[in-house]
């Protein structure tokens, strides 16, 4: 083995010694690196001088030449690098830079690109794996601030609106506003005077240019609204219940009286599904390419519109069901009941993810928010309440209304709009990713008609309201996200980039069964399958493949290696190891007896007035 | 009151003229990008499922030996070049961008047991059952010469195989001795023997240079240093080892193909347990090559089909076998990394894929950026059953896969019966071999 190693040995001292005899020429800016070098590295730089001049031939100190080895580099240990830049550096010029390193990212934003949750540990694993984790955690994290950098070149700013010093801005009527805002924005605000197929329900298309709308006596249209082009306008001489856009403006659903019909963008009749008859709600899950139909007959189907096949049709055993609303974060439908509660499905299972028990009486409406951590609900004992959905569904806020809302919507930035017969309320959050506040409204307006619908345009501050006196499009500054991303839902795209689009959102089409409450749980460890793994891997070799081997201690020279010193050496590391496992134990103890001391102390004895 | 509305101009979203590129501005807030994991799932399933598709890894076969090839060697200098060495003591240098013959040497009679080429791709030597060592020009005679070796040496006993040294003039000869030879002389430097039997094979190792292994018919495996003279250690198996390759990227590493169907990778410092035990095929095997990045090695075998194994994983990630290939007798995996060559029993010499799914060729920008992120998907979701099923499905040969099935059950029931063994004896009298200790017999030096 020593032979092996040797020609390491030998090689060493001379490249050293023929890097000592060149020297190298020093440039004139590289003065300072060197002599911080010099003075970074161990052992006066003096005496090294000397050392060379004497005997240039043979440098006999060990340390020489490994100081020499790296000349021009300056030695920094292992500073991180942001620390290092920190420091100002000094251009030829002189001049110094004033923001030296990466600008600052503020916590929060880094926060919201952030996808691993640091206080969920993992099991026990071998270092290898360990490591390897830590590494793909560091990348995350990394990737995560360069994520949080590039919000810096998002082009829009979102809107707002402001009252001047006490003035509620829930006062401000929407002939105001469009007096005041500009002339592209003050053609958003419209209302089509339809009081004869009345009251209306209405959507809009993912990426917002289109507006779809039916009548409840049969009135259907579509129309871009931006430029108030009509696409197509039929009536189907039927009850319109609902009416949906499916993956892009081409198509829509309708829930006529009878049964489900899909229309295109002309107004042509492409298909009549008769398995989902007497819908009275619809939803588009878009990612997973489901229509989700509520019915009269209290089914709740799935239909898979890629290919046409009924996914799912589950009994919610609960009646009419005619509140229904999807999640956005993880395409879990919330129904609402004429009992009070709320329940989550999913394709998958025949039982309800989850009950939540919201209201006195019946549930109105129930709205989730696009981040898909607060629901909205409303009830007929006229209460709205907001509940947080992550974790327990614990209820975070409530307000007793007049009337009792009707309809609920949340927009993109996390506005609740509630319709409440003739009157439409808005509610805004305090800051970014808190719930709406339920004190103040931030506007309000009165329609000309009883709301049916309500639904905030994606990507634009519009508010639209279906009513018995037909569409009324209204202007809410700050509702929507002002930047798209243009690989999903653009507004602007082109035919083409439209045709592309789909054909890249069916390949990736997310199938039924991955829909749960939460959609991340796809990519962590599934710690309980795995150690079950384990345990029968054990079980079935009759012993543990992956145990550590009682310590052996490794002979050693010069006669230490007595059996004694063996078996002291060998004991030491049993000792220790039992320590730990002695103190391990002693930590959990006293939980475990605080646990059990207080039934005790519950049940009082006799003895205890001589207690003092 | 003061009022901001959203108001884009589409002129700052929409193309100027239809020359240009559409504009994609992009956000990258996560509510915009619901799903995100479940959409990456399905794109490395669907990117799973393509790899299967595209996996056509046989890319020609070279005719024209007329006996069955015996030994290959990679030229060092030029990528296209391969020289193989039959059993009927004819050596052909092929061109493999054209995949056809350039030259035929009728070198030995009998066997052409060994060949290699010297470092500098100008001359290759060959070794034969007539007891020669050949030195042969790697350029043809020029007209009207005749084909004749530079040098030959003629030896006393048979030779079995031959190595270059990576950097000097000197070269290895192994039979009943290795012989170290220097390139000017026609007797050995030194020759080295431990035991008295047949050497199958021996190898420089690439990095340190001095040092040798040899592998032998008693089963043992012997390394030798050149400036020493005498064998350095010797670890003897449970069966014999076929030849062994070093790792070119790590100077201690070297694994082993051995006749008990495994491949062993050994650390040379420690000896008494090797680093990975590689199971998979069915038959002994007979030859194994390192990629030259060191990560993964391919091994020939007996029954039919060529695998190749990541060196720190104990299975094999692909297997190649078609129905015409018999005995594969040797294998190199080429200089570039990107393709194996194996030459078989039924005279024809195979080129394929070293990532069987790969797409020859230059890669547009694009088509590499998605390979790259397909790749990091397939990566990331690897363990989910269902990709994990679809991935490492492979169709395996009748005689292959019932081969399989047979020594499952068989490796069952020896498991069984030491687990049984061990419940019924006194705890602590029975102890558990690990399956890496266990085909070692003893480790001397």
């Keep these: 083995m020593e032979t092996a190693s040797k020609p390491g040995r030998d090689v060493q001292p001379k490249k050293a010694r023929l890097q000592t005899k060149k020297k190298k020429p ?38 020489l030449p490994k100081k020499s080895r790296i000349p021009g580099k300056p030695q920094f240990p292992k500073k991180p690098r942001e620390q290092r830049n920190l420091e100002p550096q000094r251009n030829l010029s002189g001049a110094q830079d004033p923001f030296p390193g990466p600008a600052p990212i503020p916590e929060e934003v880094a926060r919201k690109f952030r996808r691993i949750d640091k206080s969920k540990k993992l099991p026990h694993s071998k270092s290898k794996t360990r490591s390897r984790l830590e590494v793909a955690e560091a990348e995350e994290e990394e990737i995560s601030i360069k994520a949080a950098r590039s919000e810096l070149l998002l082009a829009e700013e979102p809107g707002f609106l402001e009252g001047e010093d006490g003035e509620d801005t829930a006062k401000i009527r929407q002939a105001e506003i469009v007096e005041a805002v500009d002339i592209a924005s003050a053609a958003k605000h419209f209302d089509l005077n339809l009081r004869q197929f009345g009251p209306y329900r209405l959507n809009y298309s993912p990426v917002g240019r289109h507006l779809a709308f039916g009548g409840h006596r049969g009135h259907v249209a579509t129309l871009d609204w931006v430029t108030k082009r009509l696409m197509c306008e039929i009536n189907v001489m039927e009850a319109v219940r609902d009416i949906r856009f499916l993956h892009s403006e081409a198509l829509f659903a309708v829930a006529q009286n009878r049964w489900l019909h899909i229309y295109d963008n002309q107004g042509i009749e492409l298909h009549c599904i008769r398995r989902c008859d007497r819908v009275t709600r619809l939803e588009f899950l878009p990612f997973h390419f489901l229509l989700a139909t509520a019915s009269e007959t209290g089914f709740l189907t799935y239909l898979d519109v890629s290919v046409g096949k009924i996914v799912a049709a589950l009994n919610a055993r609960a009646g009419r069901l005619d509140v229904m609303t999807k999640n956005p974060y993880n ?23 989850a009950k939540i028990l919201c209201h006195r009486g019946g549930v109105r409406a129930v709205a989730v928010d696009s981040t898909g951590t607060y629901m909205a609900t409303s009830g007929l004992d006229h209460q709205l309440k907001i509940f947080d959905l992550r974790g327990m569904f614990q209820p975070l806020s409530a307000r007793t209304l007049p009337q009792g809302a009707g309809h609920l919507a949340f927009s993109q930035r996390g506005l609740l709009a509630a319709g409440m017969s003739d009157v439409v309320n808005i ?14 409204p931030y ?42 991303d243009g690989l999903e839902n653009n507004p602007y795209r082109s035919q083409k980039q439209r045709q592309e689009w789909e054909v890249k959102a069916l390949l990736e089409k997310v199938p039924a069964e991955l829909i749960c409450l939460d959609p991340r749980a796809l990519a962590e460890v599934d710690v309980i399958s795995l150690e079950q793994e384990k345990k029968e891997r054990i079980e079935r070799l009759g012993y543990d493949p992956e145990a550590k081997a009682p310590f052996q201690p490794k002979p050693k020279q010069k006669g230490r290696s007595s059996t004694a010193s063996l078996v002291k050496r060998r004991r030491k590391v049993m000792d220790k190891e039992h320590r730990d496992k002695v103190r391990q134990s002693l930590e959990q103890q006293p939980q475990k007896q605080e646990k059990k001391a207080k039934p005790l102390k519950a049940r009082p004895s006799a003895l205890d007035r001589f207690v003092r | 009151m003061k009022v901001k509305m959203l108001s884009r101009n589409p002129d700052n979203y929409v193309r100027e003229t239809k020359l240009d590129l559409q504009r994609v501005p992009r956000n990258y807030d996560p509510t915009l990008h619901p799903f995100e994991v479940p959409r990456e799932y399905v794109r490395a399933l669907n990117a799973t499922k393509l790899e299967r598709v595209f996996a056509k890894p046989f890319l020609a076969s070279l005719d024209g030996h007329r006996d069955g090839v015996n030994c ?22 092929w061109n493999l961008t054209k995949r056809k013959c350039i030259r035929t040497i009728q070198a030995h009679e009998g066997f052409v047991r060994g060949i290699c080429t010297r470092f500098c791709g100008t001359s290759f030597f060959t070794v034969g059952d007539d007891k020669t060592v050949k030195q042969w020009k790697m350029d043809g005679p020029g007209y009207g010469e005749e084909e004749e070796p530079l040098h030959t040496i003629l030896g006393k006993t048979v030779y079995t195989g031959i190595d270059h040294h990576w950097k000097e003039a000197v070269f290895a000869t192994c039979g009943q001795q290795v012989d170290i030879w220097d390139e000017q002389r026609t007797s050995p430097i030194c020759s080295m023997t431990w035991g008295f039997d047949s050497i199958s094979s021996v190898k420089f190792n690439p990095i340190e240079t001095f040092l040798l292994g ?63 035990v590689h199971m998979d095929h069915v038959s002994a095997v007979l030859d194994v090559d390192y990629s030259p990045t060191g990560k993964e090695f391919v091994s020939a075998s007996f ?16 297997v190649y076998h078609t129905k015409r290939m018999q005995h594969v007798i040797c294998v190199k995996w080429t200089s570039d990394s990107k393709y194996i060559m194996c030459g078989s029993d039924e005279m024809n010499i195979r080129l394929w894929k070293a990532n069987a799914s790969e797409k020859l060729g230059v890669l547009t920008s694009r088509e590499k950026a998605a390979k790259d992120y397909n790749q990091k998907l397939k990566e990331k979701f690897q363990h989910h059953p269902h990709i994990k099923r679809i991935a490492r499905h492979r169709h395996l040969p009748k005689s292959i896969y019932s081969q399989i099935q047979e020594q499952r059950i068989m490796k069952e029931a020896r498991r069984r019966k030491e687990v049984n063994r061990l419940k019924h004896s006194k705890p602590g009298s029975v102890s558990i071999v690990p399956e890496k200790k266990k085909h070692i017999v003893a480790v001397v030096k």
């Design chain 2, 72 to 93: 290959l060697a990679k030229h060092p200098k030029s990528l296209a070049t391969v020289l193989s060495g039959a059993c009927d003591g004819e050596v052909r240098i």
């Design chain 1, 427 to 440: 509610w805004m959050g305090q800051g970014m990713a808190s719930p709406p506040s339920l004190e103040q």
């Design chain 1, 26 to 63: 020093r440039r004139y800016w590289e003065k300072e690196a060197t002599l911080t070098a010099a003075g970074a590295s161990p052992g006066p730089p003096r005496n090294k001088k000397r050392n060379r001049e004497l005997r240039p031939q043979r440098p006999k100190n060990i340390n």
């Design chain 2, 303 to 318: 029954d039919k089909s060529i695998r190749i194994f990541p060196v720190d994983k104990s299975r094999s990630r692909e």
């Design chain 1, 331 to 353: 395409a879990v439908i919330h129904l609402g009941h004429s009992n009070g509660t709320v329940s989550l499905w999913s394709p998958a299972m025949k039982e309800p993810l």
């Design chain 1, 443 to 484: 506007l309000t307006h009165r329609l000309s008609g009883h709301v049916h619908g309500l639904h905030f345009c994606p990507f634009e501050d519009v508010l639209g309201l279906g009513h018995s006196g037909g569409i009324t499009s209204m202007l809410v500054p700050g509702a929507a996200e002002p930047n798209f």
């Design chain 2, 214 to 276: 040899s592998c032998a018919s008693d089963r043992n495996i012997v390394l030798y240093d050149m400036r020493q003279a005498t064998p350095l250690k010797k670890v003897i198996l449970d069966m014999r080892t076929n030849t062994i390759c070093w790792n070119p990227m790590e100077a201690f590493i070297f694994t082993a193909a051995n006749e008990d169907y495994n491949l062993y990778t050994f650390d040379m410092r420690a000896l008494d347990t090797p680093v990975m």
